[in-house]
Structure formats: C-alpha cells, structure tokens
C-alpha cells in the first residue's frame, strides 16, 4: 500500500533563511508523480511543486525546490530566502494513476520575522 | 483561481437541517473528491467520482450524501449532521492523463461548515 510520511510536525526558520521539510514514501510502483502543497491561514491548498517520478531532474519553481531520491524514497522540499507569506502547513502527496492520492500528514512552517 | 470553485464559503447549520454544499470545476477534470480537514487533524478523503461514477467512499456516514450530475459538477449533501462534523470540506479534481498538468490534484478554497 501506499503511505507518505512527514515526520516534522512543526518547523520554524528565520525570515530569509533556508529550510527543508521532509517526506518519504513507500510504493512499489516506478513511475509515479509527487507533489508539494501549501495550505497558508486561508486554507486553500496550493500546489506548490510537482515532480515526475521517471524525471531524474529535480523540479524548481522559484524558490521553491525539491530534492527527489527515487532510490530512497525521499522527496524533500527546500525554501529558500524565507519569506512571512510562506508562513503554512505543507503537504506532501503522491500519486500514480488512477486518480488516487495520498497525502502525508502535514508540516506546519512558520516563518520568523 | 485553482480552476475548482465552492459555495457556500462558510455554512452554519443546525443539527435538523439540510443543506447542500457545491462544487464546480473548469478544468476540463474526469475526476472529483470531497475530502474533510478537521482541527489537527490530516486530511480524510470522503468520496471520490470517476466519470460521475463513485469510486470510492470512505466509510462515510449516510447523513452525507453526494451527487455528481456530471463531470463538472459535485455535491455534498448534509443532512442531521452532528457539531463533531464542524469541519472544512474541500473539493478538488484531477485529469488521469499524461501531460504537464496531469495526474495532478487541483482543489478548491473550501466551505467552512459549523454544526450548531
């Protein structure tokens, strides 16, 4: 079965600073999708990231980056030069077809100013 | 603007009434899901349609009842709900397809339900 695990139930890093939140996976599956989302005070969950299991390139959208290691089953997302509005929890999910997803449990980041 | 559009915002509702809580997607998705956030607590998938067939329903008690009229359009029917369902109910879809924006699960703001 498949199971995502974030093990940081809260994290907290100074306003400009680096930080990166955890997340591993367990599939059996070899191409699949991962994902980062972002749920801020307002609640909307917003994608933050996607990578492509079958993609060896780790995916960047500005500050945002991951660090995929398939092997490992690892899918770590680094924020650089924090910033207040990424004050929010962070999910990670995975999926591989079929329309099924599953979410890790969350990590609440808060930003320092 | 994710694309997945839900009314009521915020709900407050008696434990004898019966509403209805919509989703609206323009995505152009094949699939559709309600899930439940509660306070501290992960995310529970509800019900998943597939083509406006059920796939999925979590063990979900029957004072919930969705409708999926078509591919674009979800319901949450509530009726004698308990205060324990105050919660933040969150539809989303996706497109099982291969592609940049496939496989990928967009969700809507959310309705804010409070069961007095």
């Known amino acids: 079965a498949q199971t995502v695990t974030q093990s940081q139930p809260e994290m907290s890093v100074q306003e400009a600073e680096t930080v990166t939140l955890s997340c591993t996976y367990d599939?059996?599956?070899?191409?699949?999708?991962l994902f980062w989302y972002k749920q801020p005070p307002s609640r909307q969950m917003i994608l933050v990231i996607r990578q492509e299991a079958y993609k060896q390139q780790n995916a960047t959208e500005n500050r945002f980056s991951v660090n995929f290691q398939k092997a490992a089953k690892s899918f770590s997302l680094k924020i650089s030069d924090s910033q207040l509005g990424d004050t929010a929890m962070y999910f990670c999910?995975?999926?591989?077809?079929?329309?099924?997803?599953?979410f890790g449990t969350g990590t609440s980041l808060t930003v320092i100013p | 603007e994710t694309g997945v559009t839900q009314t009521p915002r915020h709900l407050v509702m008696g434990m004898t009434n019966k509403k209805s809580l919509k989703c609206e997607q323009h995505?152009?998705?094949?699939?559709m899901y309600w899930y439940k956030q509660s306070a501290k607590k992960p995310l529970e998938l509800m019900f998943v349609y597939n083509f406006k067939e059920q796939t999925e329903n979590n063990s979900v008690p029957s004072r919930f009842s969705p409708e999926c009229p078509n591919s674009s359009h979800l319901f949450l029917h509530l009726h004698t709900l308990q205060p324990e369902d105050s919660a933040l109910y969150l539809c989303a879809s996706s497109q099982d397809q291969v592609g940049p924006s496939g496989n990928t699960i967009y969700f809507g703001e959310g309705s804010w339900l409070t069961v007095v």
């Open positions: 599939t059996s599956e070899s191409n699949y999708y």
């Open positions: 999910a995975y999926t591989n077809t079929g329309n099924q997803f599953y």
């Open positions: 995505l152009g998705h094949n699939a």
